[in-house]
C-alpha cells in the first residue's frame, strides 16, 4: 500500500508545491494536495485557476492515486476540513505532511501594518501549527509519520522590505523543535526546509540577474532541488533526523 502524502500549497506547475508533488509521487506515494489560486492569481497578476486539476491529471499519469482540494489556511477551521476530506478519499490518514502553502507581501517596517501582520500570521504560523497538530491528532501507526514545513532561512541573513513574511517564517523554525520534541514519542519526526531563492514564478530578470552571482553552482535555485531533499527526509532512511532546519540553498552567499 503507498504512503499518503499531503502538501498544501500547490496551485501553481512552476511552484514548490508541484515539484513535491511530482517528485513524492515519483516515488510511489499517492498524493492529496491543497491549492489556494486567489492568492496567487492576486500575487502573480496571472490566472492559475486551471494549473492545480492540469497538475491532478499530470500525477494520475503516473499511476499514483492523486486528490486535491481547495484550501484557504487563513481559516483556523480548514486544516481540521482537510483531513476529514483525505480520510474520506483515501480511507485512512496521511503518512506525511508538507506544509509548504504560505502567504508572502512585500512589507517594510515603516509601512507595515497590524492587517499586514496577522495576514501572514494567519497562514504561516497558525494555519502550519493547526495542520501539524491535526496530523498527530489523526496518526494512528506505530511509527514512521513525517512533518516537513517550509522556512526561509530568517536565520541566514535579514530580509529587509519583507518584515512580517520573515517574522512568520522565522516562527517556523522555533515551532519545528518544539513539535518534533512532542511528536517523536509517536514516531513521527518534524523538519522544516529552506530552499533559499528559488525560481519558481516570482523572479523577473532583473531578480536573477542580481541573484544568479551569489549561487557558487552558477545558477539560481530551482523547486525540483528542495523537492529531492524532501524525497529524503519523508524516506525510511531519514527516520534518525529529526528537529533540524536544513538549508538547501546551493551555498547561496548573502
Known sequence: MNKIALITGASRLNGIGAALCRELGAAGHDIFF?????FDQAVYEKNHVNEPGLLLDELRTIGVQAEM??????????????????IRRFGTEPDILINNAAFSMNKDILEMTALDMDRHYHVNVRGTALMCGAFARHFSKASGGRIVNMTSGQSRGPMPGEIPYAASKGAIDALT????????????????????????????????EHLAPMFPFGRIGQPADAARLIRFLVSEEAAWITGQVLHSEGGFRR
Open 34 to 38: 491543497t491549492a489556494w489560486s486567489p
Open 69 to 86: 482540494m481547495d484550501a484557504d489556511l487563513s481559516d483556523p477551521a480548514v486544516p481540521e476540513m482537510i483531513f476529514s476530506e483525505v
Open 177 to 208: 523543535v518544539s513539535i518534533s520534541a512532542e511528536l517523536a514519542p509517536m514516531g513521527i519526526t518534524v523538519n522544516a526546509v529552506n530552499p533559499g531563492p528559488t525560481d519558481s514564478g516570482w523572479m523577473n530578470s532583473e531578480i536573477k
